[in-house]
C-alpha cells in the first residue's frame, strides 16, 4: 500500500467511499420501505378505489358469463382482475398471450399453469386421457411444474387435450377462471387459432374467461365484428384512470411522513403531472419518497424526482426516439406541446392514421383526447425541442 502511487491511492479511497455511499443508499430505502409500488400487479395497501369495478368483475366472475376488459397499458386490469378472483376465492389460471410463442407453446403454459392449483397426483387419470403425452418435470429452482410437448406434433390436439382436463377437473359449482392477458395477441399467434379456441369454448361448461387486452381497436375487432368468432363472447367493460380525489388521497396520506406541511400540494402536483395515469403517478410518487430520504436537503424534491426519471431512461428513450419516422416525429412533438395537430403540415388522413399506428403502439393514449402515454417521455421530448 505504502508504495502505490497517490493517485491510486486517492482512487482506491474514493472507491471506497463510492461503494459505502452505494451501501448506505441502498441500505436507507431498504429500512424505510417505500409506501407506493409501481411495475406488478398491485394489492393490499397498495391497491386503492376501483370499487365498483371489482364488485362488477366478481358478479361476473360469479355468472355463467364471460368478461373482456380493456385499457391501455398499465392502467390496472392485472391488478383489478387479480383482487377480484381472490375476493370470490375461486381457482384460476393466466397465461399472457404476449409471451406465447405458437399453439402448442400455449397448451404446454396452460397446463403448466393448471398443476399450480392442482396437484398432478389428482389429476394424473385424466392426464391419461391425453392423446399425446406431455413431458412434466419438477423444476427444483422455483419447485413448479414445467411442461413440454414433443416438437412436430398437432397442436390443436393439444390444446383439445389441456382445456378438456381443465373443463373436466371441474364442475358446475366449482367452475375455475382462465384468464388471458393481451388477448388480441391471439391474431398473431396462429391464423386459426381464434375460430379453434371459441369451438373449444362453446362445448365447456365450467370455465369463465376473463379476456385482458391493451390495444383497444384490436379488441374490439374481435368483440365487435360479426365475422369475429369472438363476435359478442363477453360483456366489453373498459377500465378508465383512477379517480382523481381518491387517488390523491392516497398520495397525500402516504407522503404525509416525509412531507408533513406539503404533502396535499405535492399529491396535486404529481397527478396533474401525470395527469391520473394509475402506474406513472405510483412511479413518481416512489422516486419523490426516496428523493426525501436520499436529499432530505432538496428543495425542489419533486422536479429531481422527474430527473431522475427521465435520464434514467434517457437511453431507451433516445432509441425510441430514433425508430419514428418524421410524421411521428412531428406528431408526438405537437402532443408534447399540446398544439393543435392541424395546422397543414400533413394532410389530416396521414396524421390520423399516424397517431392510430402511434397509439397501437402504446406510445399515445385516447381518454377524452390523444395524449403521450408516458409523461417522462413527453417531458424528454420536450427538453430536446
Ligand atoms: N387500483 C390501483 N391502485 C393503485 N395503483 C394502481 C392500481 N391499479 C394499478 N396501479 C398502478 O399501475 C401499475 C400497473 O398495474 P397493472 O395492474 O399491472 O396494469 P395493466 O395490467 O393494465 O398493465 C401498478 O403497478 C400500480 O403502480
Ligand atoms: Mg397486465
Known amino acids: 500500500m505504502l508504495n502505490q502511487p497517490k493517485s491510486l491511492r486517492v482512487w482506491a479511497d474514493f472507491s471506497t467511499f463510492a461503494n459505502d455511499y452505494e451501501k448506505s443508499r441502498n441500505e436507507k430505502i431498504r429500512n424505510m420501505e417505500n409506501p407506493f409500488k409501481f411495475g406488478t400487479i398491485v394489492e393490499a395497501e397498495y391497491f386503492t378505489d376501483r370499487i365498483e369495478e371489482v364488485a362488477y368483475i366478481r358478479h361476473f366472475v360469479e355468472s355463467a358469463n364471460h368478461l373482456v376488459l380493456i385499457s391501455p397499458r398499465r392502467f390496472g386490469k392485472s391488478s383489478v382482475v387479480a383482487k377480484a378472483i381472490k375476493q370470490s376465492n375461486r381457482k384460476s389460471i393466466t397465461v399472457n398471450l404476449q409471451q406465447v410463442t405458437s399453439v402448442a407453446d400455449l397448451s404446454a403454459k396452460l397446463l403448466r399453469e393448471f398443476f399450480r392449483v392442482h396437484p398432478m397426483e389428482r389429476i394424473r387419470h385424466l392426464i391419461s386421457h391425453f392423446r399425446i403425452i406431455p413431458t412434466v418435470t419438477t423444476n427444483p429452482l422455483t419447485g413448479f411444474m414445467d411442461v413440454s410437448f414433443q416438437p412436430g406434433v398437432d397442436a390443436s390436439i393439444l390444446l383439445e387435450d389441456v382445456m378438456e382436463l381443465i373443463e373436466n377437473a371441474h364442475t358446475q359449482n366449482d367452475r375455475i377462471i382462465i384468464v388471458f392477458d393481451e388477448f388480441q395477441e391471439i391474431l398473431d399467434l396462429d391464423p386459426r387459432l381464434d375460430k379453434k379456441l371459441r369451438a373449444i369454448m362453446q362445448k365447456q361448461e365450467h370455465i369463465n374467461y376473463i379476456l385482458l387486452g391493451s390495444q383497444e381497436s384490436m379488441m374490439t375487432d374481435i368483440f365487435e365484428k360479426k365475422k369475429s368468432p369472438f363476435y359478442h363472447v363477453g360483456e366489453l367493460m373498459r377500465l378508465g384512470k383512477l379517480p382523481r380525489e381518491d387517488f390523491h388521497r392516497y398520495i397525500s396520506e402516504r407522503l404525509k411522513t416525509r412531507f408533513a406541511n406539503r404533502c396535499d400540494e405535492l399529491a396535486d402536483s404529481i397527478l396533474d403531472y401525470t395527469s391520473c395515469h394509475p402506474y406513472y403517478s405510483q412511479q413518481l410518487a416512489a422516486n419523490l419518497w426516496n428523493i426525501s430520504i436520499l436529499q432530505p436537503e432538496k428543495e425542489d424534491a419533486l422536479e429531481a424526482a422527474i430527473d431522475h426519471i427521465v ?4 437511453l431507451d428513450y433516445e432509441r425510441l426516439w ?23 403540415e400533413y394532410p389530416t388522413s396521414t396524421i390520423y392514421s399516424a ?20 409523461p417522462f417521455f413527453k417531458e424528454w421530448i420536450l427538453r430536446g425541442i
Open 311 to 314: 435520464i434514467s431512461h434517457g
Open 322 to 344: 430514433m425508430n419514428f419516422n418524421r410524421t411521428n416525429k412531428w406528431i408526438m412533438q405537437g402532443l408534447t406541446r399540446n398544439n393543435a395537430l392541424q395546422t397543414g
Open 355 to 374: 397517431l392510430k399506428r402511434l397509439q397501437k403502439n402504446g406510445y399515445v393514449i385516447y381518454t377524452d383526447h390523444y395524449e403521450i402515454e408516458d
